[in-house]
């Protein structure tokens, strides 16, 4: 194997998991990774265990200190950086151009953010003055033990933008990663643990969906922070507001791009490849219904056609490849599902791609899970590969008459995760931007999500935000205090 096999972590170490086994594959080639031993319901209770047994100590370590031990962990980060990007590439299939310029370095820097924010008093509260005797306080205290799960497309960066607020709040946490893609989850124990970390602060459990969901129903976990599909989330918010639990949910998208009729063509097609192409399309955010006017249409797709010649498959340490395989033989078979309908029933017009593996693969990349990066055009809003969320590389081009229009179809969906506009005219693209339902919106760029920036869905594609100042809010609850110095209680029980 690759890799060492996987145990449940806790007490700051790795320990003995006693439920099944699975094993994580190599996806650019289909083979045997590590074996992946699941928690069975006494390891997740006793992580759990020692998640609130680390609580009270850790929660009341002052937030200077908490954050020192922090950025400790963000120097581990960064001078790891490429030995954790070439695990994750082995593990997601994403190239190691992509993982080792951004997954563990956004990761990194949202841990720097937080540590920086609780340290610099972003934790404090504030007094409000009534009277001249009489003050309300306000404090934001940690929430509990709380629980993080995790998607399969940004392993390790999806752990790192929850678990740092989470710890930087002074909240412990159990961790579950996806078990398509849990090999980051006992690295980043291990550099926490290095960092100071107390045993207990970050703990790991392994396995599918009965252990997340054993996890998040559990009556000692006081929030859920789930990234993942929408029908997962419901499930799981579901069952945390029957116990009352906090929770935030990071859910899909079926996301719009406008292309404005003054739009720079060469700017359009690059942001719409970015938002259609790249992590070979498996990023929540993608912009799949690209809406352009009919009049641009035939020079759009003409540049589109140009430029996909730059979309590189093939061996995933190459410095020039910028796309990889698809992350596992089910989501490969999703994929394809979606591209035959598109081509069979939907029928919409392949301008691009299909259902054969990209041109011109090493030999010994054959049985991985490669699709071709595919266009379809002149699609229509009632088509299944409009409506639902595929999660690959496919672009579907619309074309609207006026921008009304493009608004109002933009909208027309379920989802609300992120939208886009491309154009000149800034006052335009702001005010279209201002009408999309959309939680996460960029202008003239795709995809950017700095520390900075609070992201989160809008209607079906989430509840709360992660990153940005709001981002500390999902990790605390508030305490209020009203405190009276008049020495006189105010009564109606006076005698007349
Ligand atoms: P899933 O919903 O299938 O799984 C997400 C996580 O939930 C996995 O760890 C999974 O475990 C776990 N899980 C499954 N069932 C349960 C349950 N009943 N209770 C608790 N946990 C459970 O999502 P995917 O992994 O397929 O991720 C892709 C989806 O994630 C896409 O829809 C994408 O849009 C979304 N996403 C959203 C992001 C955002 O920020 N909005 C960012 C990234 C992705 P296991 O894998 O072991 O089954």
Known sequence: MAFDARHVY?????QQSHGDVFRTIDPSTGNTLADI??????????????A??????????PPMARSRILLKAVSLLRERNDEIAKLETSDTGKPFSETSTVDVVTGADVVEYFAGLVAGGGLNGETIQLREDAWVYT???????????GAWNYPIQIALWKSAPCLAAGNTMVYKPSEVTPLHAQVLAEIYTEAGLPPGVFNVVYGAGDVGGYLTSHPRIAKVSFTG???????????AAGNMKYVTMELGGKSPIIVLPDADIENAVDGAMMANF???????????????????????????????QYIRAGNLSNAETNFGPLVSRMHYEKVM??????????????????????EGLPEDLTNGYWVRPTIFTDCTDSMKIIKEEIFGPVLNILTYKNIEEAVERANNTELGLAAGVFGRDLNMAHKVVSRLEAGITWINTWGESPAEMSVGGWKQSGVGVENGRRGIEAWVRNKSTLVDMSDTIQTVFAKL
Request: aromatic residues 8%.
């Open 52 to 61: 609130s047994k680390a609580f009270p100590s850790w929660s009341s370590t």
């Open 278 to 308: 790249f992590s070979t399309g498996q990023v929540c955010t993608n912009g799949t219904r690209v809406f352009v006017p009919e009049p641009m249409k035939s020079a759009f797709e003409q540049k589109l056609l140009e430029k996909m």
């Open 139 to 149: 404090k934001k205290e940690p929430l509990g033990v709380c629980a993080g799960i």
């Open 10 to 14: 806790y007490d700051g170490k790795v």
């Open 37 to 50: 031993h699941s928690a069975n319901p006494t390891d997740v209770d006793v992580a759990i265990f020692s």
């Open 337 to 358: 599902g979606y591209i035959s309908h598109g081509i069979k029933v939907d029928k919409a017009k392949l301008l691009y791609g299909g259902l054969e593996k990209p």
């Open 229 to 239: 599909q929408v029908a997962t989330g419901k499930k799981v918010a579901g069952s």
